[in-house]
């Protein structure tokens, strides 16, 4: 039987592979010492980054940052042994892990980001990451769509929740989680607080694929199985119910929160369950079952209750550990087998028995069977929905019982189906695989049984301090196997009978969601397609609509809106108040013919038929401005307008040599609305320089200029100083954009050497504009 598996020698990937291993489990480590710290007193560190805005890079460990700071490690070092071997002989390797390791960086970084700009910046690198790694098999156009879709609904959510940040930190005072946790009730009375939830709302709910905007999630399993069982069931999924959970002390506890987050997750949760009986690939079933937990999530986190809030809490590490390792698991089944299809694959406990046992220890905990932690979960939930009251508490239930029933009859088709029975023939023969594959689904499976078997350990270090956190306040957390006979109970059993029967009809309970599905015009994912064509088609109109290719379209349109949302703000601010003097006092005469010499050149460049005298006259405007710059002593500023003006001149005037001639624009060809748009804009930007300089000058910065000239930069020229010190970078740009321009008006006047005219060609260009008086 061939190993189709890499040699020993490239196991590990190389340098690679060891590296990306390496850094997951040191990290794994280092946070698994801090757990007996944080789980007594949560810790805030970090330093400033821009203090101006308020915005640190602060960090906040506590129990539900460190809870997923050790899924994100320890799920990332299994991933990461796994791809080695999985992936150690691609040739983009390298790329694969640079990719998975900044995805790992942005989600640490955002889970324990103690300020939201900071966590903003984080969540947007877990979407680049993201994007990165579903589409790295760059040459399949599945994976490409699928990336780009990824991205364009998380970043727009990200969008959307950056400005719900912008507000919460305005109305907070402060961007530190800290101080905005400590102000719940103020922000839930805050007449901005409705706002404020639909955006953070908005960044979550895309983020974590609730409906709907779930369609992004299972198209993603086109990504290698790796980034699948990494980012799309364990890690980055989860950032939306990260946030939420987070924002709970701060935001929850409304109505508009409980009944949101409660019918979003629900309705997720369950057409999650149902779409994933639908499905014969078992990657695209694990997809649809990962939609189901995070609705699951969002749903108790909605609740808010101390019941809910820690069934939450166990949950969120239940999920982690049975579908992780579930994922790798048919990573490895795929290698071996070549097919992932529930109608082929068979018997395989035969030939690959350490799989098989990887697949049923994360099953049975998927399915809720005791003595896996997975039963727990699923009693806490029960119990916590019963607990809610009301309405509440009978949607909860049976959101709950539904998802629980066929994510039992999910566990059978994806781990008791393709093990039981006798061996089937698959495209490859099937064998077992090679224990860098299997140390992570092993390892996730015992930890479920281990948790289940002693889950004080569980409640005390991670969900009791995650508990605390996501709730605001200290509650007694305890987790146990056995609870007595309760009703809690009694609809576990009924989940097991309800599922088992399910299961043995599950194949025509497929073919009949099949035909449903064939028959409804309701597709989500095809609804995406046309919402990327109808922006498509807006762009289209749009572009034919501004970009006329007309430059005097472009310069109308930009002074006509600069003209009226200018003028609109200086009206509405009071910008024609009493207040400001708008006289024409102390104005020298030697400046009233100056500015006469400007009037006058600005006039005739606008009503000459001729190129040259255009260009004169606006070098008359130039020299006049340069004029004004000499009379109020700035020589400096008036020399360089003197050498830019000289410079425009002779550039204008050697391109014209080059232009067809146009005909003599008549007298009739004046145009009033382009004059009255220059009127308009000349007034008020006259009106808006009046209104600034009679404004109260704050000469704090002239005196710090004037008192650090000397002893720091050790200048006397106050002027030169800070445009070569205190400027220096700014004056650096301003002569890059020099030396650019100054290059392209190099190129424009060389030309292509194959394109310069000849002497016949333009002969006849100057003979026609000699006949109709106008100078070349």
Do not use: C
Not at 201 to 212: D, E, I, M, R, W
Not at 229 to 252: C, D, E, I, Q, W
Not at 501 to 511: G, K, P, Q, T, V
Not at 677 to 685: D, K, Y
Request: charged share 10%.
């Amino acid at each position: 039987m061939a190993d189709d598996y890499p040699k020993v020698d490239r196991v590990m990937g190389g340098a690679s592979g060891w590296f990306s291993i390496a850094l997951p489990a040191v990290l794994f480590l280092y946070f698994l010492g801090l757990v007996p710290q944080i789980a007594e007193t949560p810790q805030v560190r970090g330093i400033e980054w821009v203090p101006s805005l308020g915005i640190g890079l602060s960090v906040l460990l506590d129990g539900l940052s460190l809870t997923f700071a050790l899924l994100i490690t320890g799920i990332g070092t299994a991933v990461t042994l796994y791809s080695a071997r999985y992936l150690g002989q691609h040739p983009d390797y390298p790329r694969f892990v640079a990719y998975l390791m900044l995805f790992m960086v942005g989600m640490l970084g955002l889970v324990l980001a103690g300020n939201l700009i900071s966590l903003f910046v984080f969540w947007e690198v877990t979407t680049i990451a993201s994007y990165l790694l579903i589409g790295f098999n760059a040459d399949s156009a599945k994976s490409r769509r699928s990336a780009l879709q990824a991205l364009l609904v998380t970043g727009t959510g990200g969008l959307i929740l950056l400005a719900g940040m912008i507000v919460l930190g305005t109305v907070a005072g402060s961007f530190e989680l800290v101080e905005i946790l400590s102000q719940g009730e103020m922000l839930r009375d805050h007449p901005w607080y409705l706002a404020i939830l639909l955006l953070f709302l908005a960044g979550a709910f895309t983020k974590s694929a609730q409906v709907p905007f779930h369609f992004w999630l299972p198209n993603a399993m086109a990504a290698p199985t790796p980034v699948s069982a990494y980012l799309h069931s364990a890690t980055m999924v989860k950032a939306g119910v990260f946030l939420l959970a987070r924002m709970n002390p701060a935001l929850g506890g409304t109505e508009a929160w409980f009944w949101m987050l409660t019918l979003f997750g629900g309705v997720t949760a369950v057409f999650a369950s149902v779409m994933s009986l639908r499905q014969t690939d078992i990657k695209q079933v694990l997809a649809y079952t990962t939609l189901m937990a995070l609705g699951t999530l969002t749903m108790f986190i909605g609740a808010g209750t101390h019941y809910a809030i820690m069934a939450a809490m166990l949950f969120l590490v239940v999920h982690s550990l049975y579908k992780a390792a579930l994922f790798l698991m048919i990573g490895i089944v795929d290698h071996a087998t070549g097919t992932r299809e529930t109608g082929v694959l068979g018997g395989l406990a035969k030939a690959m028995p350490l799989t098989g046992l990887a697949a049923a220890l994360a099953a049975v905990s998927m399915a809720g069977i005791p003595p896996m932690v997975g039963f727990i979960g699923k009693e806490f939930m029960y119990k916590a929905g019963l607990g809610l009251g009301g309405f509440g508490a009978i949607w909860v239930t049976v959101m709950i019982f539904a998802a629980s029933v066929m994510m039992f009859v999910v566990a059978g088709i994806v781990a008791w189906k393709p093990f039981r029975g006798e061996l089937r023939q698959t495209p490859h023969a099937a064998h077992e695989g090679p224990w860098p594959m299997l140390a992570g689904p092993l390892v996730l499976g015992a930890l479920s049984l281990i948790f289940g078997l002693f889950p004080g350990i569980l409640a005390h270090y991670f969900v009791g301090p995650a508990t605390h956190a996501v709730f605001g306040e200290v509650r007694e957390v305890h987790l146990y196997l056995w609870g007595g006979i309760n009703m809690a109970l009694v609809l576990s059993l009924l989940t097991f009978l309800a599922g088992w029967l399910m299961y043995r009809r599950h194949e025509a309970i497929r073919d009949r969601l099949t035909r449903i599905e064939e028959g409804s015009r309701v597709n989500f994912d095809a609804g995406w397609d046309r919402v990327l064509d109808g922006l498509k088609a807006l762009a289209a109109w749009q572009t034919r609509l501004i970009q006329t290719g007309n430059l005097q379209t472009y310069m109308a349109v930009i002074f006509a809106s600069f003209t009226i949302l200018v003028g609109a703000t200086f009206l509405l601010r009071g910008g024609m108040g009493s207040g400001i003097n708008y006289q024409a006092d102390g104005i020298h005469p030697i400046q009233w013919t100056v500015l006469a010499l400007i009037a006058m050149g600005a006039i005739l460049a606008t009503i000459t038929s001729s190129r040259m005298t255009a260009v004169a006259a606006l070098g008359v405007v130039g020299i006049g401005v340069a004029l004004i710059f000499i009379m109020f002593s700035a020589p400096d500023v008036a020399i360089t307008q003197l050498l830019v003006e000289v410079l425009v001149v002779v550039l204008v005037a050697l391109v014209m040599l080059r232009l067809p001639h146009l005909p003599v624009r008549s007298a009739s060809g004046f145009r009033a609305g382009h004059a009255a748009i220059a009127a308009a804009f000349g007034i008020l930007s006259t009106l808006v320089m009046i209104a600034v300089l009679q404004t109260p000058f704050d000469r704090r910065l002239t005196d710090f200029f004037e008192i650090a000239s000397w002893p720091e930069a050790h200048g006397r020229n106050i002027v030169n100083v800070i445009l070569v010190d205190f400027r220096a970078t700014d004056t650096f740009g301003e002569i890059v954009v020099v030396v650019i321009a100054a290059v392209g008006a190099y190129a424009l006047l060389r030309g292509a050497p194959g394109a310069r005219p000849t002497p016949e060609d333009e002969e006849p260009a100057q003979v026609a504009a000699a006949d109709k008086g106008e100078k070349v």
